[in-house]
Nanobody, 115 residues
Framework: QVQLVESGGGLVQPGGSLRLSCAASGSIFSAYRMGWYRQAPGKQRELVALIFSSGGTNFADSVKGRFTISRDTAKNTVYLQMNNLKPEDTAVYYC?????????WGQGTQVSVSS
């Protein structure tokens, strides 16, 4: 069992930055593939970024070059650094942990990009 708690969302102007955090507890954090997903109103949840237990990463085309994902194993935390934010990045952002066919989700944190 894994518990995930996101934080760091908020309102930011276009071109601004935010860093989301996802604190994990309850299992061996380093063995999990961690990811960030987002869901905008009226749209399906979509992948934003993944970080694998090997340290490899994967990003949606829409955020490449603007977002980075990292993990701090000592703190059991995964981060999503979001730069040059655009209005279309507005969504609820969810943290996910996955391993061996099991997936766990956090409660989500709202990110709003508006002038």
């Amino acid at each position: 069992q894994v518990q995930l708690v996101e934080s760091g969302g908020g309102l930011v102007q276009p071109g601004g930055s935010l860093r989301l955090s996802c604190a994990a507890s309850g299992s061996i954090f380093s063995a999990y593939r961690m990811g960030w997903y987002r869901q905008a109103p009226g749209k399906q949840r979509e992948l934003v970024a993944l970080i694998f237990s090997s340290g490899g990463t994967n990003f949606a085309d829409s955020v490449k070059g603007r977002f980075t994902i990292s993990r701090d194993t000592a703190k059991n935390t995964v981060y999503l650094q979001m730069n040059n934010l655009k209005p279309e990045d507005t969504a609820v952002y969810y943290c996910q942990a996955a391993r061996n066919g099991y997936t766990y989700w956090g409660q989500g944190t709202q990110v709003s990009v508006s002038s």
